[in-house]
């Protein structure tokens, strides 16, 4: 798997990282249940911060390896195009750089109840409630899994390489480039940036799936247009590639998705669900392992997702699915016009979740948009 595919299964940060220095300031002025939670939050986002420094400098230092320098220029070309040609915010945002001398910004926990897709949520001053928690460091992560197993969870620990501060803490310098994925490849460059800048201009307090589903149809209209404008033949090619396994992944996952919350969602007995689930997820793997013959020439990308795949995993992932054919039909609605979309997405985010996912629900249907 390519560190882009690797993203693409975890997403770059379920749960948009939260501002965690202004949660563990609510918390610690109006109390919180999870003020332990929220400090290590916000000192290792400090932290992060304290490690940036401006892209420029970076790419003067020769310390910094060469290909580095070469993916921050490319980083700084990406960003101009996002403010020019997506509309998206032009701020502090991926104008500075960080080496965090680790392999992820963060690793997110997630869980789901043994016989259901909906994720456990845990619920914030201000952003609401969401299905992940982040730690800064992956020993606490597991530390932090164990109770939800205990309880019978299922349990998902996954690498983040990057997230998104909803451009509220833009004052302090905004959200760095950082050495987790500034070595992607072209596109899958593209599509992170697009995304976690796409988190600064909506979000709807508690809904993941509308967050992470906008975000992502913005990362895919903008990337394509980037690759159409500006990429060689052979990273457009390389790039198509890969869209295509992901887009084989999703459809897969997808699939067997729908036919494990049906099963939960039956009059069976437990017994009998938790006998059915098993064999679905064989049958998942099973799947994946033909998928991988007879499509994909062997490319085992994938593997560690199926080898752990679960109702946390599985629920994870349709966070950043099910309503991106949605946006991206309501994207040509607006004329393809950034602006009218994001006012349009803006003003969805402001209304209750129920009437947003009735807005919404004109737009979806006739398949998932591609990429």
């Known amino acids: 798997m390519t560190r882009g595919e690797r993203w693409s299964l975890a997403g770059a940060g379920l749960g948009l990282g939260l501002p965690a220095l202004l949660l563990a300031t609510v918390c610690a002025t109006s109390g919180c249940s999870s003020v332990g939670y929220l400090a290590q939050s916000a ?12 892209v420029q400098q970076a790419i003067a230092d020769p310390q910094v390896p060469a290909p580095v320098r070469e993916q921050l220029r490319l ?25 965090l001398h680790r392999s992820a910004a963060v690793w997110n926990v997630v869980a789901a109840p043994e016989l259901s897709l909906t994720l456990h949520t845990w619920c914030f001053p201000i952003v609401g409630c969401v299905g992940y928690r982040g ?29 998104s501060t909803l451009g509220w803490l833009n004052w302090l310098g905004g959200d760095p480039l950082l050495n987790t994925f500034i070595q992607w490849p072209e596109g899958e460059l593209a599509r992170l940036m697009f995304h976690e800048l796409a988190h600064q201009v909506a979000y709807a307090a508690g809904d993941t799936t509308f967050n992470e589903s906008f975000a992502t149809a913005v990362e895919r209209i903008g990337s394509r247009r980037w690759l159409e404008e ?54 998942l793997r099973a799947d994946y392992a033909t998928l991988k013959r007879e499509k994909w020439d062997g490319f085992a990308g994938y593997d560690g997702w199926f080898a752990g795949v679960n109702n946390a995993s599985l629920g994870t992932q349709a966070a950043y699915d099910d309503q991106v054919d949605a946006f991206e039909r309501l994207f040509a609605a607006e004329g393809g016009d950034f602006q009218r979309f994001y006012a349009e997405v803006k003003r969805l985010s402001g209304l209750p979740k129920a009437q947003r996912d009735l807005a919404l629900a004109p737009y979806r249907g006739g398949g998932t948009a591609s990429g």
Do not use: C, W
């Open 230 to 283: 500006n990429a060689s033949p052979e990273v457009r090619a390389r790039q198509a590639q890969a869209d295509r396994r992901r887009q084989d992944f999703r459809a897969l996952v997808g699939g067997y998705r729908a036919r494990l919350d049906a099963v939960y969602k039956s009059d069976a007995t437990d017994a009998d669900k938790r006998a059915r689930k098993a064999e679905l997820i064989a049958a």
């Open 75 to 99: 980083s700084q070309r990406l960003r101009e195009f996002a403010v020019r040609e997506l509309k998206l915010p032009d701020n502090a945002s991926y104008r500075s750089y960080a080496d």
């Open 135 to 163: 730690y800064y460091d992956e020993a606490k992560a597991d530390t932090a899994a164990q109770p939800l197993r205990d309880e019978g969870l299922d349990v998902a620990v996954y690498p983040v390489p990057a997230y």
């Open 43 to 54: 000192s290792g986002h400090v932290r992060l911060m304290h490690a940036a420094r401006p």
